[in-house]
């Protein structure tokens, strides 16, 4: 028996990495949806750090101080913040298709179960999964809604200061400087809570694929 046990690891070990157990479909996009989700939490923090700099701008022109080239400095801020909005939209669109294959593969697998209590077991578990995303997926929405608000609003104050950029103008236009950092205070905080529950949905979908 031990031989035999000896003889079957070295088979093993010298079978080609294609003659091995495969992860199923599920576990796979399972895999690739955990990697995209951590995708999307990085452009997340990076729009947080450029959305900072924006209010730091916006704070210096309300104060007048424009030493530091505060307007130019705010456009080129802006700039880099729409960018990253740009790629945060794909992102998100791309975790979303990997976890409709996934269920979808998911539910494939499974179908074929003929124990009633294993169906209901595994029916649960994709069910929760689906809860779970459709949770995170309606924030995300909330917070890409409130997302594009804010960028609208900052490139009006842009054309504002592009087309009079004077101590008197910027005194006009406080009450919408101040409305702007608002909201960029408020979304910094969207943001954080939206990247806790990004990074708990990621550990679900890691759990699923057995990682």
């Known amino acids: 028996m031990k031989n035999t046990l000896v003889a079957l690891v070295a088979f093993w070990m010298v079978l080609p990495f294609s003659g091995r157990a495969q992860n199923s479909d599920s576990l796979n996009l399972a895999a690739d949806q955990a990697a995209s989700m951590n995708k999307l939490d ?32 705010f456009k080129d801020n802006l700039s880099d913040l729409q960018d990253i909005r740009g790629d945060i939209k794909d992102r998100v669109e ?48 909330e917070v890409g809604g409130d997302a594009n608000d804010l960028i609208t609003l900052l490139e009006d104050l ?21 409305k702007a950092r608002t909201a960029g205070q408020e979304m910094v905080k969207s943001v954080d809570t939206l990247r806790d529950n990004i990074y708990k949905q990621k550990k679900e979908v890691k759990g699923t694929s057995g990682n």
Do not use: H
């Not at 975790?95 to 179908?111: C, F, M, N, P, Y």
């Open 42 to 73: 990085d452009l997340m923090g990076r729009a947080q750090k450029r959305l900072s700099y924006v209010m730091t701008n916006l704070g210096e022109l309300m104060d007048g101080n424009d030493k530091n080239n505060s307007f130019d400095q």
């Open 158 to 178: 842009k054309k504002y200061f592009a087309s009079s950029f004077t101590p008197d103008s910027i005194k006009t236009c406080t009450p919408m400087i101040e």
């Open 94 to 141: 791309r975790v979303r298709d990997l976890q409709g294959q996934r269920i979808a593969a998911w539910t494939k697998e499974v179908s074929g179960l003929t124990d009633k209590d294993m169906r209901k077991m595994t029916n649960d578990q994709i069910d929760k999964a689906k809860s779970d995303f459709d949770v995170l997926d309606k924030q995300l929405r």
